[in-house]
């Protein structure tokens, strides 16, 4: 997982305040949601006082409302309250099944309904619904042991946080449970201090860092009566990271991702649950780094998941046995998704970005009588983003949204070519976003451009031009970027416009978004480029966007500025040293200003480890670059953080304003008590305020 790709979206909206309109451009549509049946979709529209269901007859064209919650409810759940579990049946009734001191953590029911599973104190226990008896798998967790739950390095990187640090799995047949255990002792303890109250206090977090020992790892099974543990047969003193593993639909057999520390070497084994044994059924190579495997579908004899070692992101097939590799797909993919599989009719329904970097299409693939002939059909149309798609249950219909950089959200019905209500190439509208005033609002909208590196990489960018914008006259830029790798910044799709935005088009200023080669354009070969070495070739892109700017006869050269969060905070520190002839204004939050400073997965897999690599650490650290930052000729950097912040720690900027102060350089400083990797509430609106302020005072003179 990226831990700054998963901010990227929250940075955009901390950055700016709610947006409001005399006249709205927009108004709220419905989200796909479901499907009843092949004739039927479902619809979600959220509102501040909930969500309202809707269902679509796409043979009729006609749309009613539903009530979810009163239709028969299938499937018992469970959930906590107060820190406890309770099991709540289809007609309603809730039982209470734990009352303990310690909180329980992540129940999960078993596929069968009968037993839930859960951690508490870092141990996993397990619960018999119908007699409430309530069976402890593992004895020794603690604070440095952790069964079932996972180090912060997993749950950053690997895991992603929507895990909630669940580290356990059900087998299919409700009989087994594999679990991660983590043993966290050789992890440096990480402090961050929390200064509420009279005395504070500190937090306390193992966090590896670059080159620090990781936690050592053991897979194991057991079975929710107890027992024994049977653990796989991995060394957990080897140097390496396990991946979420997948079950086998036998119950027995269990896929299990493995890495080597260096992140260039991907295994992917099955495993024997009951005895422990292991076969490598799929193995990879390659020279940079390699990303953990997050789609696949199981099939009778094989699996289908996507992979991107041949520098594009493609399809492949592989029997269980390893005996029969093939790529189903061609051309250059990234970004795909499987949103349908259906084995015996030989259909894969995904989405991606393959007639153009800036758009999501959707496709079907089919795949004949022979793994070699496959072939692909464009479902979506027209040159726009397809989002949220939601295939019907036959794989006849696809309801998704549709937009551009000019074109609002619109909710559209789309059929393959053999089944299906609307013509194969076509769409049809169930509901647009576009308000009836839209068109008379004049609203600056942003607008594509591109610049092409010596490499030959088209890279991609936005601008939006003033209001009543004058080609004689020359306006200040304020530069959007996030510049994280396979983290696009730029595409073609509806946003809709902020209150910053149409502030600072009403003031006069050009807004510029803009990527580089390594944001995910040009797929795993753009990408490479950053291999040990991040921010230099970023940087490269960035001085030759800057250098476009002033070439436009509009553009005041002495008046841009850039500002970016977490990684982009890292980009903006760089872009006013290492491109300090290009930048002279910028605001950076929560950036990473030495890489040693980061966690190991992360860091490791773009970096290598540092005693591989001490001169490219050396070259990418911007606290090293502090000297070429020309606040005496009056540029300004303006710095941003959260003290509590568990991600990108307040030790970077602590130790980038020690580097500034023995320079003798002039910045500027906000710091946020308690704040995360982003600022909230009061916080965020005061962020929002000195943003504005800041940018008057540079690029306004105000």
């Known amino acids: 997982m990226n831990p700054f790709k998963s901010l990227l979206a929250l940075a955009i909206g901390l950055c700016a305040t709610v947006t409001v309109y005399t006249q709205s451009p927009v108004k709220s549509i419905p989200l796909p949601y479901s499907w009843s049946n092949k004739d039927n979709a479902v619809l979600a529209r959220t509102t501040m006082r909930g969500r309202t269901f809707y269902e679509y007859n796409i043979k009729k064209g006609t749309t009613s409302k539903i009530d979810l919650s009163a239709k028969p409810v299938t499937d018992p759940y ?20 734990t009352s303990t001191p310690l909180e329980e953590k992540n129940p999960v029911l078993s596929p069968d309904f009968q037993k839930v599973a859960y951690t508490r104190g870092n141990d996993l226990f397990c619960m018999d619904v119908d007699t409430g008896k309530e069976t402890r798998l593992t004895f020794d967790g603690s604070d440095l042991i952790l069964n079932g739950w996972a180090s912060w390095v997993y ?9 909630q640090y669940r580290a356990f799995w059900w087998s299919p047949d409700s009989r087994r449970i594999a679990f991660y255990r983590f043993d966290d002792s050789g992890i440096p303890m990480f402090p961050i201090y929390d200064a509420q109250g009279k005395h504070g206090k500190i937090n306390e977090t193992r966090y590896p860092k670059a080159g620090d020992k990781n936690p050592e790892v053991k897979l194991g099974f057991v079975s929710c009566d107890g027992g024994d543990v049977i653990w796989a047969d991995f060394n957990p003193l080897d140097d390496q990271y396990f991946g979420t593993p997948y079950w086998n639909s036998n119950g027995v057999d269990i896929m299990v991702q493995w890495m080597d520390r260096d992140q260039s070497n991907f295994v992917l084994y099955n495993v024997n649950s009951f005895d422990g044994t292991k076969k490598p059924i799929y193995k990879e190579y390659q020279q940079t780094w390699i990303d953990w495997l997050e789609d696949i579908r199981f099939g009778k004899n094989g699996f289908y998941f996507v992979r991107d070692f041949e520098m594009w992101e493609h399809i492949y097939y592989q029997s269980y046995d390893g005996e029969v590799f093939e790529r189903l797909t061609d051309g250059m993919n990234w970004g795909i998704r499987i949103n349908y599989f259906d084995e015996p009719s030989g259909t894969i329904i995904f989405s991606a970005r393959r007639e153009s970097s800036l758009r999501n299409d959707i496709y079907r693939l089919e795949i004949g009588s022979s793994l070699s002939h496959t072939s692909i059909t464009r479902i979506s149309s027209g040159e726009f983003n397809y989002s949220m798609p939601v295939v019907a249950p ?15 959200n619109r909710l559209v019905l789309m059929s393959d070519k053999r089944k299906g209500v609307v013509k194969p190439g076509e769409y049809r509208i169930i509901e647009d976003s576009k308000s009836d005033k839209f068109d008379s609002l004049g609203l600056s909208l942003p607008q594509l451009m591109f610049v092409t590196t010596p490499e030959g990489f088209r ?7 003033p209001t009543d914008f004058d080609q004689s006259k020359k306006y200040p830029v304020i530069v959007n970027i996030y510049g994280g790798p396979n983290s696009t910044n730029v595409m073609d799709t509806w946003r809709r416009p902020t209150s910053s935005q149409i502030l600072w088009a009403n003031e006069g200023v050009i807004q510029v978004s803009l990527d580089n080669r390594a944001s995910g354009h040009f797929g795993k070969e753009g990408m490479n480029y950053i291999h040990r070495n991040l921010g230099t070739y970023e940087m490269k892109d960035y001085i030759m966007w800057a250098e476009y700017l002033k070439s436009l006869p509009y553009v005041n050269g002495d008046k841009i500025g850039i500002t970016g969060f977490s990684y982009g905070g890292t980009m903006t520190v760089m872009a006013l040293t290492e491109g300090a002839g290009h930048f002279r204004y910028g605001i950076a939050g929560a950036g990473v200003y030495d890489w040693l400073l980061y966690d190991t ?15 490219g650490y050396s070259n990418s650290a911007v606290v090293n670059k502090v000297n070429k930052y020309k606040s005496e000729e009056g540029s300004l ?15 970077n900027t602590l130790q980038l304003l020690d580097a500034l102060q023995k320079e003798k350089k002039h910045f500027e400083l906000m710091l946020y008590p308690g704040a995360m990797h982003g ?11 000195e943003t504005i302020r800041f940018w008057r005072k540079t690029l306004l003179g105000d």
Do not use: C, W
């Open 637 to 651: 950097l303006y710095l941003t953080h959260g003290t509590g912040d568990d991600n990108v720690h307040f030790q």
């Open 601 to 615: 997965h992360y860091t490791e897999r773009y970096m290598d480890h540092p005693d591989d690599n001490p001169e």
């Open 679 to 689: 600022y909230r509430g009061y916080q965020g609106m005061h962020s929002n305020e």
């Open 155 to 163: 749950y950053e990187e690997i895991f992603g946080r929507a895990g």
């Open 394 to 408: 036959d794989g006849s219909s696809v309801i998704a949204i549709q937009s551009s950089l000019g074109v609002p």
């Open 459 to 465: 890279l991609p960018g936005t601008i939006i031009y």
């Open 78 to 97: 469970v959930q906590l309250k107060g820190g406890d579990v309770y099991f709540f049946m289809p007609d309603g009734k809730e039982t209470r099944l």
